[in-house]
């Protein structure tokens, strides 16, 4: 029960890393909402979470609209009187060769996985800067620290993402505010979206495209959704209340070389 009482908001926690972190967290006695674009994957996952005695709500939101965000907040404070914990998961990730990438795709990335963490960043402090303790959790990428020739949009998203993190959590701390606000960073993960990344990218075939990026990570294997969600947790709980600013790495040594 390490986040026992708490209510935690997970953008795009209808699927994969959003999916394992809506789980962590009801099993340790938060309250979740699952926020996604899909109402049906959020629904099905709330309802498995609460047939196992657990608290979790499934909400539709799209994390580029701005109103949306508003309304949200707005609808978790009239229900449950506290939001403790945001989880800014929802992103995308599109491969595409360096000159093909359209004007479009570009804006598309950096709308869901940059301004939707600005949008939802800035209404998690307005009604968190009265808590005790707060934790704003933006899901970045190792993609934030190196470049990646294939998917120009998305390492400069999460590279966004990564330093406006750190702008936030200065924001805070000068502000006598009880917030903390960190950023993750995953390597490798075996999701739906990377699963489908792969299938559908026209560089190589996808067998060779996993060989290839298996061969790049020190541990040989891809991580799973749990070992994000277990870094999120930490950075959930009042365990982790002297980080802030700060960036947690879950790669298998991606980024060690």
Sequence with gaps: MR?????????GGGSGIGE??????????A?????????????????????????AKAILQDVTIESRWIEVVSEI??????????????????????????????????EVNMDSVFLGTREAI????????????????????????INAAYT?????VRTFTKSAALHCAESNYNIRVNSLHPGYIETPMVRK???????????????????TIPTGVMGKPIDVANAAL?????????????????????TAR
């Design 126 to 149: 307005k009604v968190m800067k009265s808590n005790k303790q707060a934790s704003i959790i933006n899901i970045s990428s190792v993609a934030a620290m190196i470049g990646i020739s």
């Design 77 to 110: 404070i009239e229900q449950y009187g506290q939001l403790d914990v945001l989880v800014n998961n929802a992103g995308i990730g599109i491969l595409e060769p360096f000159e093909d990438v359209s004007l479009e795709n570009w804006h598309k990335t950096l």
């Design 31 to 55: 309250t979740v909402i699952v926020s996604d674009i899909n109402l049906d994957s959020a629904k099905s996952l709330a309802n498995k979470i609460t047939s196992k005695g657990f608290n």
């Design 20 to 29: 394992a972190i809506c789980e962590r967290f009801a099993e340790e006695g």
């Design 234 to 254: 930490y950075l959930a709980s009042d365990e982790s209340a002297y980080m802030t600013g700060s960036e947690l790495v879950i790669d298998g040594g991606f």
């Design 197 to 215: 990344g792969v299938a559908s990218q026209k560089f190589m075939p996808p067998e060779e495209l996993k060989a290839v990026m298996l061969a």
């Design 3 to 11: 986040i026992k009482n708490k209510v935690a908001l997970v953008t």
């Design 156 to 160: 400069a998203s999460k590279g966004g």
